[in-house]
Nanobody, 125 residues
Framework: HVQLVESGGGSVQAGGSLRLACVVS????????MAWFRQAAGKTREAVAG????????TYADSAKGRFTMSRDNAANTLYLQMDNLNPEDAGVYYC???????????????????WGPGTQVTVS
């Protein structure tokens, strides 16, 4: 069983930055893919960015391109999401997700992921 715990959320003004972290209970190299999702109040969960662990290929949602950067620290078993130039539309609960298997996998589809963190709140005013 893989456990994920996010941190780094908070309240910022529009134009500000936050860096989210997701600590994984297993070696990141044991995973197939990881991703960040977010969910605003009253809306469905949407992808922000995803990464295939082997090879490190990343994909960003259009809303995140040019402003958000996903990275990882294998030694610390931690996934990061650097978010710059935040706007109110970026507010919501941000979730880290992970999966071990490639079968029927779509990188930015929530249904592809088995393991989820509890989320961290981001507020932008």
């Amino acid at each position: 069983h893989v456990q994920l715990v996010e941190s780094g959320g908070g309240s910022v003004q529009a134009g500000g930055s936050l860096r989210l972290a997701c600590v994984v209970s297993t070696a990141i190299s044991d995973l197939y893919a990881m991703a960040w999702f977010r969910q605003a109040a009253g809306k469905t969960r949407e992808a922000v960015a995803g990464m295939y662990i082997r090879g490190g290929v990343k994909t960003y949602a259009d809303s995140a391109k040019g402003r958000f950067t996903m990275s990882r620290d294998n030694a610390a078993n931690t996934l990061y999401l650097q978010m710059d130039n935040l706007n109110p539309e970026d507010a919501g609960v941000y979730y880290c997700a992970a999966n071990k298997f490639a079968l029927l996998f779509k990188l930015l589809a929530p249904s592809s992921y088995t393991y989820w963190g509890p989320g961290t709140q981001v507020t932008v005013s």
